[in-house]
């Protein structure tokens, strides 16, 4: 029982995407939603159970198991747009497959149940950003969260553009705007990193994803929580928070809430074993 009880967080988020595995390969009558559903969850469940086991780089093995899937096989195998373009690209088709399907799942509806565990475990930008030597940020945010609307409306013009001209060989477009926009995001997000001194600052100021994942995550089911009887209010959770997120407010109107990407870097952090899921 004790073993059950241990490892029931993995053992729940692996039963929740095989569901969607399930779901999807059945209705869309296609056994490639199979596998990628069952992949991304068990490459989740394994970083959970690591993590259990006070593994220190739990986290680091799903973010590189799930991102180089979806950069190198989805994205550069499969010439699959992954990025935010090719979503709206598929949806301006009327296609309900790859991206939209990715979309809907990781980033539209997926987060009112685990928030923003895409930032934090899953996205193949944030992988890499994660490698850079700024992982405490400075204790102010600067006030420039509006920069990630304008990375949002581009990203859609763009798109819209194409339709709207009658482009030919939008697909071929789409692999190399896939492409591109890997290469802008990496260079920005580098860049703004050693000019900030915060590894996340992309995910903060420009990543246009993130649109769709505050909303839904101010609802999510998922949270982190700290344990009042063992807490000291010795505040190192909310130091060590790569989101600037006040981790001892219990509320979700706390002080950025929804940019928590569940990392759980509070809760190695602290001595008291005072926070969980």
């Not at 994942?213 to 909310?238: F, H, I």
Request: aromatic share 16%; net charge positive; with cysteine.
């Amino acid at each position: 029982m004790k073993i059950l009880k241990k490892y029931t967080g993995p053992l729940v988020m692996f039963l929740v995407f095989e569901a969607i595995a399930v779901a999807l390969w059945l209705t869309m009558d296609n056994l490639f939603y199979l596998f990628n559903f069952s992949y991304i969850g068990i490459s989740i469940a394994i970083g959970l159970a690591l993590f259990e086991n006070k593994y220190r780089h739990a986290r680091r093995v799903t973010q590189l198991l799930v991102g180089l899937y979806m950069l190198v096989y989805l994205g550069l195998i499969c010439n699959e747009n992954m990025q935010i373009e090719g979503f709206w690209y598929y949806l301006f088709s009327g296609v309900f497959e790859a991206a939209t399907i990715h979309y809907a799942v990781a980033k539209i509806f997926g987060p009112v149940f685990f928030g923003r565990g895409w930032c934090g475990y899953a996205c193949w930008t944030a992988m890499v950003l994660d490698l850079l030597p700024y992982k405490r940020p400075p204790k102010e945010r600067k006030k420039l969260g509006f920069l990630r609307y304008i990375t949002f409306g581009l990203s859609l013009a763009f798109v819209a553009a194409l339709f709207l001209l009658n482009v030919h060989n939008k697909d071929r477009i789409m692999f190399w705007s896939f492409l591109a926009g890997n290469a802008l995001y990496y260079f920005s997000g580098i860049t703004l990193a050693f000019a900030l001194r915060d590894n996340r600052a992309f995910c903060k100021y420009l990543c246009p994803i993130t649109v769709f994942l505050k909303p839904a995550s101010y609802y999510s089911l998922l949270r982190v929580k700290v344990d009042k009887s063992k807490c000291v209010s010795c505040g190192t959770c909310s130091r060590v928070c790569p989101m600037n997120v006040d981790i001892m407010d219990p509320s979700r109107k706390r002080v950025n809430g929804t940019e928590c990407i569940l990392c759980m870097e509070c809760a190695a952090a602290c001595k008291k074993d005072a926070i969980r899921f």
